[in-house]
């Protein structure tokens, strides 16, 4: 067990390793949002090119939401692995955390924006 009274959560390749899954978990949520966009834009026809029928809208809504949720959850998963290691777990928290919020916002804008209450 670790002694996490101490608070010495400052691991420099801990934080790189976190920060560059991060990102690259938002990167592949954009290029799945620009895929669905462009499907959708495609699938439309001369109508408004993003949200113009339900599978359009289920296909931009969901597509990142899914791909950031699984990125929260396997940030979840390697701090579980580094607690049980006994290593600087509260680092990898955070990034899942983050995901998690991130995830949670484009929820929240895109259910607003396709109308659902």
């Known amino acids: 067990m670790t002694n996490d009274v101490e608070k010495r959560w400052t691991d420099e390749g801990t934080y790189r390793r976190a920060a560059t899954y991060a990102l690259a978990v938002i990167a592949v949520a954009a290029v799945v949002f620009g895929i669905s966009a462009f499907w959708a834009s495609a699938h439309c026809g001369e109508h408004e090119p993003l ?3 339900v599978p359009a809208q289920s296909a931009i809504l969901l597509g990142p939401t899914v791909v950031a949720l699984l990125g929260g959850i396997g940030a979840f998963v390697q701090t579980l692995r580094q607690w049980r290691r006994g290593s600087n777990w509260v680092i990898w928290q ?3 955390w983050f ?3 991130l ?3 484009y929820i929240a804008m895109g259910a607003r924006s396709i109308g659902v209450n």
């Open 51 to 53: 949200m113009c029928d």
């Open 94 to 96: 955070g990034a899942g």
């Open 99 to 101: 995901l998690f919020t």
């Open 103 to 105: 995830t949670m916002f």
